[in-house]
């Protein structure tokens, strides 16, 4: 009865709402058409127990209107969302009515609120496995680049040292002053008739590598040596 003669229409749209604590909670509430001169509320719970969250005379710092010049529009926010800022919300349209108090006149069905810890949302969790899994596979492959590296520098100086201990040694061996004879490493291995006395009548030997020779395999987990022993003998 109290609508009679009014085309005043309320709209609360939303049913359920989340909330994260310490966050801002927005609650929809429009109006069209011309209604009673009285003021409109937000309350929280309804009946005798019901509690004003807003309304258009006084309002609490955490509750704003969202459009505050709107005459359709009495959407709210509220903000530093807490616990017990859950329960459910009603929009409503109150009458004026002259030496009594404001009759209600139309209200929404309602918004029930929950509020909830902060926690990652599943698409959080989700860029941080990513970027997790992408950070290890960029540090595994750093690992191997640097492995490889130094692996093939250690293949190059035994490269290097088996080309040079593989070539065959000119020697030559003689007195300063005198002609040297050139000898061959690999004939180092003399008859055994050679006294020891012919053995040490070397005053000096100038070891000289020979162009480079082919490449030999070495089997897996050969060592380089630093070291050749070189035995010569003069006549």
Known sequence: DAQVGWDFQLYQPQEKVSAT???????????????????LKWLKGWGSRNETIFDQTSSSPRVTRVQSESNTDFSIYIRDVRPEDAGTYYCVKFRKE??????????GRGTEVSVHETALLPGMVAAVVVLCFLLLLSLLVAFCMYRRKHRGEGDRQC?????FS?????????????PSKVLDAE?????????SKEEHDIHYADLQPLPAAPRRSRSP???????????????
């Open 98 to 107: 002259l030496g009594r108090e404001d009759e209600l006149f139309q209200h």
């Open 221 to 235: 987990g050969a060592v380089c040596s630093e070291y050749a022993s070189v035995r010569v003998a003069t006549k």
């Open 187 to 195: 004939t180092s291995h003399l008859p055994s008739q050679q006294s």
């Open 166 to 178: 593989s070539v065959p040694l000119r020697c030559c061996a003689g007195t300063p002053g005198t």
């Open 159 to 163: 490269l290097t040292r088996d080309s």
């Open 21 to 39: 604590v310490g966050g801002t909670l927005t609650l929809t509430c429009t109006t069209s058409g011309e209604g009673p001169i009285g003021p």
